[in-house]
């Protein structure tokens, strides 16, 4: 059987129910709460066979683990998407898609992580890569803050990073990391090519080996007294500017 995950919030347990119903085994909701929310929420669930468990907040309090669940929590199987960087890049082949893919070294905070895994989802991202060492799992604030995402875009997390990154050369994936020295802005680059954006936590920002093994490296034009953006917020500058490019194409 597959690992046990907790869900908390609305759109976390509304995004699993509609994508992978059976993978929920269990669903607890505040016993108080009986608004509109709630109740479709709860009809959603009865009508993919799932239980449904009216209990006291605390008890909620107690699954959720110190994530904020708004009176819904779920406790599901994990929901297996693609597990490998080739199976990714092989069903795109398949389809005839332009890979389009998120690479983040480093970024260890659960907002963080989930929100990137929002945009990445807004921006069609094929999937996101990260190492097993330096990187957070998808644990329930993750799948909170992502909104659903995290159930529709593949996280997968490698044991060797640069390694996986020279893989996805061989198979022609461009890589563009961002850089605050770089020469080059964002704006300079063909992102119609497939690519991927390599991304480090802020603060540090990408690891050495990491860097080198970019193909290119690009800025974020930075206009006022900021000197750096949170790494979810230039994944989606940069991301958007992908689809910028493709879509006017």
Same mark, same amino acid.
């Given at each position: 059987?597959?690992? @046990?995950q907790?869900l908390?919030?609305?759109?976390?347990v509304t995004a699993?129910?509609?994508?992978?119903?059976?993978?929920v085994?269990q669903l *607890?909701v505040e016993?108080s709460?009986?608004?509109?929310?709630m @109740?479709?929420l709860?009809?959603?669930?009865?009508?993919?066979?799932v239980?449904?468990?009216?209990?006291? $907040?605390?008890?909620?309090?107690g699954?959720a683990?110190g994530t904020?669940?708004?009176g819904?929590v !779920?406790?599901? +199987?994990?929901n297996?998407?693609?597990?490998?960087?080739d199976e990714?890049?092989d069903?795109?082949?398949d @389809?005839? @898609?332009i890979?389009?893919?998120?690479?983040?070294?480093? =970024?260890?905070?659960?907002h963080?992580?989930?929100a990137?895994?929002?945009?990445?989802?807004?921006?069609? =991202?094929?999937a996101?890569?990260?190492?097993?060492d330096?990187a957070?799992?998808l644990?329930? /604030?993750?799948q909170?803050?992502?909104?659903g995402a995290?159930?529709t875009?593949? *996280?997968?997390?490698?044991?060797?990073?640069?390694?996986?990154? #020279?893989?996805?050369?061989?198979?022609?994936?461009w890589?563009?990391?961002?850089?605050?020295?770089?020469?080059? $802005?964002?704006h300079?680059?063909?992102?119609?090519r497939?690519?991927?954006?390599?991304?480090?936590? +802020?603060? +540090?920002g990408?690891? #050495?080996? /990491?860097?080198e /093994?970019c193909?290119e490296?690009v /800025?974020?034009p930075?206009?006022? $007294?900021v000197?750096s953006?949170?790494v $979810?917020? !230039?994944?989606? =500058?940069?991301?958007y +500017?992908t689809?910028?490019?493709?879509?006017s194409a």
């Amino acid at each position: 059987m597959s690992a @046990q995950q907790v869900l908390a919030g609305f759109h976390a347990v509304t995004a699993r129910l509609r994508h992978a119903p059976s993978s929920v085994r269990q669903l *607890y909701v505040e016993a108080s709460r009986r608004d509109k929310r709630m @109740q479709a929420l709860t009809e959603l669930a009865q009508a993919a066979g799932v239980a449904v468990h009216p209990v006291p $907040s605390d008890r909620l309090d107690g699954l959720a683990r110190g994530t904020r669940h708004q009176g819904v929590v !779920a406790l599901a +199987e994990e929901n297996k998407l693609a597990v490998d960087v080739d199976e990714v890049l092989d069903t795109l082949e398949d @389809q005839n @898609q332009i890979p389009l893919l998120l690479i983040l070294d480093g =970024v260890t905070d659960p907002h963080n992580l989930g929100a990137c895994l929002r945009t990445a989802d807004a921006a069609g =991202v094929n999937a996101v890569i990260a190492p097993r060492d330096r990187a957070v799992g998808l644990n329930a /604030t993750v799948q909170r803050v992502a909104s659903g995402a995290a159930d529709t875009v593949p *996280y997968i997390m490698v044991t060797n990073l640069a390694r996986t990154m #020279r893989h996805l050369k061989d198979r022609d994936i461009w890589l563009v990391g961002t850089d605050d020295q770089a020469e080059g $802005s964002l704006h300079s680059i063909d992102a119609r090519r497939p690519m991927a954006w390599v991304m480090g936590a +802020e603060g +540090e920002g990408m690891r #050495r080996l /990491t860097r080198e /093994t970019c193909d290119e490296l690009v /800025t974020i034009p930075m206009l006022g $007294s900021v000197e750096s953006l949170n790494v $979810s917020v !230039a994944s989606a =500058v940069c991301l958007y +500017e992908t689809v910028r490019q493709r879509h006017s194409a």
